[in-house]
């Protein structure tokens, strides 16, 4: 059972390893422009458009819009879109088990879906869903911003120094091992009077050594 929840897991982080292929797909994509394709007048939906023309804007303005290679930008975002969402649901027993993590990975899940409407639905055939798709992308900010903080407490080399609790282990060589997730305090002052008597004691013996 736990090997297999393991494989899921690793299938999962690979789905999200492969929507690299958007960056792939992307550039040659827009090679295919004539004239070209422009970053500063022309959308990434443009790329999936399936007719060629003048388009209007929301904003009131217009671009000409002539993507050859449609059909591959389209299938890319399906596949990208399908791929984001399978990663998230199955890598879901890999993270914390709160309420703030299913919360992230639901939402990087709807925007894989959106990814998925705006390839089946081209900004020129079905401008309503489509946009609908667009908007869905905006939880793929959000997702993995409250992902990162939902598994603060399980990434020990970025904690927060702080005083042990009563009953931790005080080490009177400076850092010692907290009780959670390997986090990281400052010695007690008990501990910091130990290690400077100590100190003391060894100091004229050292001296002594070095006369020899």
């Known amino acids: 059972m736990e090997a297999r929840a393991t494989t899921l897991v690793a299938v999962g982080a690979g789905c999200w390893l492969l929507t690299l292929v958007y960056f ?6 827009a ?8 970053v500063a007048a022309n ?14 804007r929301p ?11 449609h059909t591959l930008m389209n299938a890319t975002f399906v596949v990208t879109g399908l791929l984001t969402t399978a990663g998230a649901v199955l890598t879901r027993r890999r993270w914390p ?13 709807l925007t894989g879906l959106g990814a998925v409407l705006v390839g089946l639905a081209p900004a020129d055939v079905s401008p309503a869903p489509h946009v609908v798709g667009a908007l869905l992308q905006v939880p793929g900010a959000v997702g993995p911003l409250l992902l990162g903080i939902a598994t603060v407490r399980q990434r020990p080399w970025e904690a927060v120094p702080s005083r ?17 997730g390997g986090s990281l305090s400052w010695p007690s002052p008990e501990a910091e009077r ?13 001296t002594s050594n070095l006369d020899l």
């Not at 090679?31 to 422009?38: C, G, N, Q, R």
């Not at 990434?44 to 003048?54: A, K, M």
């Not at 904003?59 to 290679?69: I, L, N």
């Not at 709160?98 to 899940?109: F, H, M, Y």
């Open 43 to 56: 959308t990434i939906s443009d790329l999936g458009n399936t007719s060629c023309g003048v388009f209007d």
């Open 194 to 206: 130990r290690t400077v008597s100590v100190a003391r004691e060894r100091a004229p013996a050292s």
């Open 164 to 180: 042990p609790r009563p009953g931790e282990t005080d080490s009177p060589s400076g850092w010692v091992p907290g009780r959670r």
């Open 59 to 69: 904003d009131g303005t217009s671009a000409y819009v002539c993507s050859p290679r």
């Open 97 to 109: 088990r709160r309420a703030l993590a299913t919360v992230a990975l639901a939402l990087i899940a």
């Open 24 to 29: 792939a797909a992307q550039p040659v994509v």
């Open 31 to 38: 090679a295919a422009w004539d004239p070209p394709y422009s």
